[in-house]
């Protein structure tokens, strides 16, 4: 039987899993849930069934329910360990999975639409100031990437030399996600390059919005 991923064709932490899924070359099922219609599909109680934290992506093996994409993707990495999507150095690794936390857990999370839509609709803040608000933060984010990637000289084509690892399947759904905001790039060129670079590989492509069976949008652009 199919694994089976419940996802977003928007969300960035579905997005990673998927293009995990892809360069480990695994067979899944996308089960398509749409977050804002219907007042959020993961808000529904046959859902919160499944993840009482409703949210996605949520990843089920051998009837087996996994959330939270990090430690999806590291159950694929161990259980399914070629390709490696983790260096085989020990520090190599500790900064691979530093970055990745570094998008996962300090930009993500304060950015996604759960607390956007809490700005607006709770808080009452105009859609000018949360459209501030993300990109505060998310610039914040992004300076220090970029700022980290050139000074410690660890980058190839890829985050971490010439394979791709966690850290850029991390990095690539967060860039797409500030590009679609209209936020400007080019301070960030180490960025921009290493997404350009994974975005030439078909597990990233095909793991991309325009992709999904439930797109409703192209990607946008790095330029």
Known sequence: MKSQLYSFWR?????????????????????????????????????QKLNPGSLVPLYIEDQTHLHQSLAIIEYLEERYPNPALLPTDLLDRAWVRAISLDIACDIHPINNLRVLRYLVKQLGIS???????????????????????????KSGDF???????????????QLFNAANSEMNLSAYPNLKRITQNCMQIPAFINASWEHQIDTEGKNPSLE
């Not at 985050?159 to 759904?173: E, K, R, S």
């Open 159 to 173: 985050c971490l030399g010439n394979q791709p690892t966690i850290a850029d399947i991390v990095l690539v759904p």
């Open 11 to 47: 969300s960035s932490a579905a997005f990673r899993v998927r293009i995990a899924l892809n360069l480990k070359q695994l067979d899944y099922q996308v089960l398509p849930l749409h977050l804002i219609k219907q007042g959020g599909e993961h808000l529904q109680a046959e859902y």
């Open 127 to 153: 859609n000018e100031a949360k459209d501030e608000w993300y990109r505060h933060w998310v610039k914040l984010g992004l300076e220090s990437l970029e700022k980290r990637i050139e000074q410690d000289k």
